[in-house]
Nanobody
Framework: QVQLVESGGGLVQAGGSLRLSCAASGRTFSSYAMGWFRQAPGKEREFVAAINWSGGSTYYADSVKGRFTISRDNAKNTVYLQMNSLKSEDTAVYYC???????????????????WGQGTQVTVSS
């Protein structure tokens, strides 16, 4: 079993930056793919970014490509999401995810994780 705890959310002005962190429990953290999803009010949860077990491969939704960076520190059992140039449409609850598989089909990334965190609110004011 893996437990995930997110932190780093908050209120930021448009154009600003935030860094989310996700601390994971479990000895096999370094073997898991990890990722971030988000859910805005009235919308479905959507994929944001994912990273493979070693950190050597990263994947992004088109809406955040070039602005967000996912990274991981396996020694600290932590995955990060650096968010720059934030927009009002980035406002959402952000969820950390672990396990499962990352699949790329016809340039579309699909990530189906096994574990979820509780979420952290990110609000971008315009």
């Amino acid at each position: 079993q893996v437990q995930l705890v997110e932190s780093g959310g908050g209120l930021v002005q448009a154009g600003g930056s935030l860094r989310l962190s996700c601390a994971a429990s479990g000895r096999t953290f370094s073997s898991y793919a990890m990722g971030w999803f988000r859910q805005a009010p009235g919308k479905e949860r959507e994929f944001v970014a994912a990273i493979n077990w070693s950190g050597g491969s990263t994947y992004y939704a088109d809406s955040v490509k070039g602005r967000f960076t996912i990274s991981r520190d396996n020694a600290k059992n932590t995955v990060y999401l650096q968010m720059n140039s934030l927009k009002s449409e980035d406002t959402a609850v952000y969820y950390c995810a672990a396990g499962g598989r990352i699949v790329v089909v016809l340039f579309t990334v699909r990530y189906d994780p096994d574990y979820w965190g509780q979420g952290t609110q990110v609000t971008v004011s315009s």
